[in-house]
Every structure is written in structure tokens, then in C-alpha cells.
């Protein structure tokens, strides 16, 4: 660990005045942590930039004297991506929090990554306009933490992640240069693409100070349905099977049965009866605006699940039903936390894999002793794995637990997925990124770093295996 001069905090002071400069242990631990786990990092010290000039600024002192800096943005990511694993200074994005302005004619919105993800997507509602990237915690968290962890949500599977709609981006780099990546264009072959090298690479190579981002056409209409299923492995089948048969769902959500139970608990006022055979559910939407052709593909997939052995599917008639069975799904992640002490893991693989990834999961949980609860985005592939500490002793959970997330990252990579869909790697999975390359793929994404950033100053700690 670096130590923070008094000159260095005078220094800081000077570019952001006092108001803006925090060494109380208070706020230091308040921005220590995020979402994964139990990790505390508090930086040695705290400060809340409000310009690009004032980061770049922050970042040509730090790179001088070779001091960790590390980007905070909401604090919800589940990596571990915005904790000070090397304490120096933590640079929270807060007062970035403006829609710059929304390009009715272009279809694009230029944003600060402090803009809390649903309040953007409101915001050009308002105006017949869409941005579909829907994380469980749009909520709360941020557009620049989407960017930085390349995130997805439910509407993936139709719509695509982040990245599909970053256009452009103004970072501020490591040695406190300030440039755009790209251009606000739809096409762009001019050069190696800046902008894409950016999005996900989890506030290691730059700091993002304004993001353009591409929207789409409303839709008008919706049909979305619950579709509980007496097996798991064949609500997973029938992920692959929907798709086979010509429909493309908006929307296509998998929760397992203790998924949907503990959630029942924990939110008050949802009204899902679950019969005791059943053992996961699916969430299918599916959206234009035509209601006579969604009714079509909403029959089509009625065809596909009745193949397998299901109990009476639930359809959503009001926008309250709708809403309500939405809320169940995004309060999931919650309702686990609440439950127990547990580890999140990302797995994400070719869609019709997902039978052998959730039948892999539960044999490793009954060698390793721990049991799993699982859900996410079954139509994009992208189960989340929560290992549950239960009755677990301290010994098993720090011990057998590790070797138990190996195997089942190793089972992902052989059926063709990897470790993350949507959560990065981060602090917590980093020391398993060689099942998933090769020394020389993680010697490429090494050099790539030392370009950036080559005193490697920038959110340390983060992606690259300890050596």
C-alpha cells in the first residue's frame, strides 16, 4: 500500500476544493464497498471530481507519484470491481449525473455515467424513444457502471447488451489525457474500435466522463407469461425450443423454485401461487407493435412448452400483473441476499447447453456439500449461480466452496461459454480467468493494460490473475 502524503490531500484540495476531498473513516468505509459479498476496501482517501478537467488533473498527480486510483460508481456491481483492494485514492463519479441531451432526430442520447440506468430509460420513453439494456438493479445502478461491466438484463436475448448501443465515448486516460473513442455514427470502420475496447474493460484502462448511446423505436404492446414447469432441466429444454420454432421472445427469464419462494417472502404483496411439484418457472415476453402478431408467437410458444410437462401458464392481462410479475424477477438477487450468506457466480453459455449446465451445477454443489439456487437470463444463456452457506461450517465455506466454483467455471468452458455474462471478473473472479484463456491471450489483454496504463495505477487489483 501506497501512503497519501498531506502534500498529495493538499494538491487534491487545490484542483476540487475542501468540500470535495474526504479522509474521515466514515466516508472512506461508506465508499469501501459494493454489492459482492461481505469485501470492505475503503480508499485512503475520498474525492467526488466534477469534471473531466478536474479528473484529468487527479489522474496526471497520481500517475506521477504511482498512486491507485479507483473509479466508484453506485456500488452495486457484484465483481468487486469498484472496491480500493490497494487503498490510494477513490475517485467517485457521483456528480456526473446529467442527461447531457437526447437527439430526438438521431435517435441518441448523450449521458454521465452517473445517470442511474431507469431514469434514463424514462426519460426518453417520455419521448416515444428506447433504450432496452434492463439490469435487475436499473433502479440503482448507473449508465457508466453498464458500460464499464458491458451489462445486459432481460431484454438482452432480443435487444442485445451495452455494448450494442455505446457509440461514442469521452474517457479521461490514466496519464490524465482526455479523448473520444470514436464517432456518433452508426458505422464506423476508421482505425481499431476504441470505444468497444472500452465498454467492459471495468474502469481499468480509462475514466469515463460522457457516454453517446444509440436508442430504438418504442413498442407499443406487450404479452408476457409465467410458465411453471414440474422439472428445471425442462424449463432449460424449452429455452432452445422456443427459439427453434421462429420466436424470438424479448424477454425469456428462468428462476428456479427456491428462487421464486424466498422472493415471495421477501416482497410483500405478490400474489403467485406455486404449487409444491413444481420445481422453476419461466418468464416469457414478448413485444411489438401488432397485438394480433404477438398473439401469434405468444400461441407458437404456448405450442413449444406444452411438449414438456408444465402446470397452468399464468398470462399477464394488466400492466399491475405485468408489473408485478416483473418485480419478482428483478427482486430475486435481493431476496437471496436476505436468505442466507452466499456467492454469486455468472456462468453464461450457448442456450441449448443450459440443461447440462444446470444438471453439472447441482452434482458439483453434492460433492462440494453446498446447495445452489439459480436464475437469470435464460435466453441469452446467462445463468446465475448462488451458492448458498447455509448450515456450511466456516472451514467447508472457505475452503471446499473454491473448489466447487472452479469445477463449475470449468464445466461452463467445456460446454463453449465463460465465466461472466454480465457481472465482469473484477476482484473476485479473477484468479479463475485461465480456465478461460490461455497465457497468451491473458498476456495480450496485459499489454493492452500497459499501453493504458503503465504504471498500472488504474482500479488495480481487477481482472488479471495474482501472480
Known sequence: MIAISPQLIDQLIQ????????????????YGHDETEDYVFPPAVLVKPGTAKEIAQIMQLANQQYIPVTPIGAQ????????????????????FSKIVEIDENNLQVTVEPAVITQVLREAVAEKGLFYPPDPSSQGSCWIGGNVAENAGGARAVKYGVTKDYVLNLEVVLPSGEIIWTGANTLKNSTGYNLTQLLVGSEGTLGIITKIVLKLLP????????????YKANQACEAVSAIFRAGVVPSALEFMERDAIDWTLKFV???QVTVKPEVQAHLLIEVDGNYPDILFQEAEKIMGVVEQFEIDEVLFADTEDQKNALWKMRR???EAVKANSIYKEEDTVVPRYELPRLLEGIKTIGAKYGFQSVCYGHAGDGNLHVNIIKGDMTDANWNTQVTKGIREIFELTVSLKGT????????????????IAFSKVQLELMNQIKRVFDPNRILNPGKIFPDE
Not at 484542483?15 to 461508506?30: C, H, K, N
Not at 472496491?83 to 475517485?91: E, K, S, Y
Open 15 to 30: 484542483i476540487l476544493g475542501a468540500d470535495y476531498v474526504f479522509q474521515d473513516e466514515s466516508t472512506r468505509r461508506q
Open 76 to 95: 452495486t456491481g457484484l465483481s468487486g470491481g469498484a472496491l480500493c483492494v490497494q487503498q490510494g485514492i477513490g475517485l467517485s463519479m457521483e456528480r
Open 218 to 229: 418504442k413498442n407499443s404492446h406487450t404479452v408476457l407469461m409465467l410458465v411453471p414447469f
Open 268 to 270: 410483500e404483496g405478490l
Open 331 to 333: 427482486s430475486v438477487a
Open 419 to 434: 465465466l461472466s455474462g454480465e457481472h465482469g471478473i473484477g476482484y473476485v473472479q479473477k484468479n479463475y480467468m485461465d
